[in-house]
Nanobody, 119 residues
Framework: QVQLVESGGGLVQAGGSLRLSCAFS????????RAWFRQAPGKEREFVGR????????YYADSVKGRFAISRDEAENTVYLQMNSLKPEDTAVYYC????????????WGQGTQVTVSS
């Protein structure tokens, strides 16, 4: 069964940076869309941003626009979430997800990686 595997979480001070990675367990498997979500304690999971695999076009939630950037490495079949100017309110478990097309559900999810931003 194909899975998404994330890495790169950790503890960082406010104002710092982290980069998360997400790859399919099968290197040759890919999908049209990849995205990042996050879930803070006691809150619902929220959308962070997405990337269209072919064009590289990105879209972000207002809460992270200008601070976070999603990119892809086609050769490695990996998506990255570069997080800059981190704030304590960015503390959450971050999940990557994938969908085969617009309008289809996010059918693939990673296990999540913890990001903690200290003040």
């Amino acid at each position: 069964q194909v899975q998404l595997v994330e890495s790169g979480g950790g503890l960082v001070q406010a104002g710092g940076s982290l980069r998360l990675s997400c790859a399919f367990s099968e290197r040759t498997f890919t999908t049209y869309l990849r995205a990042w979500f996050r879930q803070a304690p006691g809150k619902e999971r929220e959308f962070v941003g997405r990337i269209t695999w072919g064009s590289g076009r990105t879209y972000y939630a207002d809460s992270v626009k200008g601070r976070f950037a999603i990119s892809r490495d086609e050769a490695e079949n990996t998506v990255y979430l570069q997080m800059n100017s981190l704030k304590p309110e960015d503390t959450a478990v971050y999940y990557c997800a994938a969908a085969r097309a617009y309008g289809l559900p996010w059918g693939y999810w990673g296990q999540g990686t913890q990001v903690t931003v200290s003040s």
